[in-house]
């Protein structure tokens, strides 16, 4: 199976039928599939936005007590790199402590999302202030005043 056979089986069927025409603009808001990049991880000028991203998906496939076992294949289709690369992301994230990885021989590491500070540490006055600017351009349909 090509890589593109195997990446169009994580995509969900295309609509026969879309709301808008192709090429019209579109509230992606309303979209329920995707990934959520937490505002702290995204902030994060530590890591590669494809760790950033690797997170994202992470988090998205974890069981209820924060631990996924998707294989490197798997997590290396979901973000569009090789397997080498979704570890050297994992690796990035061990080291800033947002992850831990339990390898086991012969299987997939068990991956499990770590409660980190960032998480908790109250918000600058700046990051809200960029906040109620991006709030204020999805209120006001992007347009910046």
């Known amino acids: 199976m090509s890589q593109l056979q195997q990446v169009s089986t994580l995509l969900p069927p295309a609509a026969s039928n ?4 192709y090429g019209e603009p579109f509230n992606y808001s309303k979209i329920s599939s995707g990934v959520l990049i937490p505002y702290v991880i995204a902030r994060d ?13 992470i988090r998205q496939k974890t069981f209820g007590d924060g631990r996924c076992l998707v ?25 800033l402590h947002y992850l831990k990885q339990t390898h086991r021989h012969g299987q997939t590491p068990i ?28 209120e ?6």
């Open 18 to 21: 879309p709301p808008v025409p």
């Open 140 to 145: 006001t349909g992007g347009s910046a005043a």
């Open 71 to 95: 294989s490197d294949a798997k997590l290396a289709l979901a973000i569009g790199m090789k397997e080498r690369v979704v570890r050297k992301y994992c690796t990035q994230l061990v080291k």
């Open 111 to 138: 991956r499990e999302l770590l409660s980190h500070p960032a998480f908790f540490a109250p918000m600058t006055s700046a990051d809200r202030h960029e906040l109620e600017e991006q709030l204020l351009l999805e």
């Open 45 to 57: 000028s530590r890591l590669l936005p494809g760790a950033r991203l690797l997170f994202a998906v």
